[in-house]
């Protein structure tokens, strides 16, 4: 692939949409994107028409209808399959640059360690569903499950929020050996949000320039 792709991960209320918004404004300006390189900001479930209304029966399915796990799963490797064959594949292979707020590490987070689905099987959905196109960095904004709720207390919860601190502390795990595993940029979102998003600029000057060369 031609272009760059990065993706924000982590349990809700961590700032992704905020950082993302940043970086938005910021990469533009920086100098790092080559002249006529066009930034994408997406996300998932969603990104796509289709995937847009699978993101709605997910998150807000009909009164006393909810999807399965396996469901569940299925039409997130749908969603994602979706959006990489519309979105990001044609996006990198252009030479544009590409944002996700969550990709595959989402899934693996909450329908593996969270719902305790089979995780070969999700691995191998992985495998279909993103078509090989693996993200350039993925930051993975960390903070407590308490910050989280304290973060979110004033929202109205989708069906994944409302699961309850149990389901969210093994998602939050579930991020944690994920990070690990797959090397990725851990930033503490406990902090400022200015301060957050200089790190994040730090990581990804420290990493074009080493690209360039």
């Given at each position: 692939?031609?272009?760059?792709?990065?993706?924000?991960?982590?349990?809700?209320?961590?700032?992704?949409?905020?950082?993302i918004n940043e970086l938005k404004n910021w990469l533009p300006k920086s100098g790092l994107m080559p002249k006529g390189t066009n930034l994408h900001i997406t996300r998932e479930p969603g990104g796509t028409s289709l995937g847009d209304e699978l993101r709605e029966l997910l998150l807000h399915?009909?009164?006393?209808?909810?999807?399965?796990?396996?469901?569940?799963?299925?039409?997130?490797?749908?969603?994602?399959a979706q959006h990489v064959s519309?979105?990001?594949?044609?996006?990198?292979?252009k030479g544009d640059w590409?944002?996700?707020d969550r990709f595959s590490g989402s899934t693996i987070a909450y329908q593996g360690y969270g719902r305790g689905l089979n995780m070969q099987l999700i691995?191998?959905?992985?495998?279909?569903?993103?078509?090989?196109v693996v993200p350039d960095i993925?930051?993975?904004?960390?903070?407590?499950?308490?910050?989280?709720?304290?973060?979110r207390e004033e929202t109205i919860q989708d069906r994944i929020e409302a699961e309850g601190a149990d389901f969210l502390r093994r998602v939050s795990k579930g991020f944690e050996e994920t990070a690990k595993v797959r090397n990725w940029i851990r930033v503490s979102a406990e902090f400022k949000k200015d301060l957050i998003h200089?790190?994040?600029?730090?990581?990804?000057?420290?990493?074009?320039?080493?690209?360039?060369?």
């Open positions: 692939m031609k272009g760059h792709f990065f993706v924000f991960e982590g349990i809700d209320g961590c700032g992704k949409t905020t950082q399915p009909p009164a006393d209808t909810s999807p399965e796990p396996i469901t569940e799963l299925l039409m997130y490797a749908a969603d994602r519309e979105i990001i594949k044609p996006a990198l292979q590409v944002i996700s691995h191998q959905l992985e495998v279909i569903a993103t078509q090989e993925t930051f993975w904004l960390d903070i407590s499950v308490q910050k989280s709720y304290t973060r200089k790190n994040i600029q730090e990581t990804l000057f420290k990493y074009l320039t080493i690209t360039k060369k």
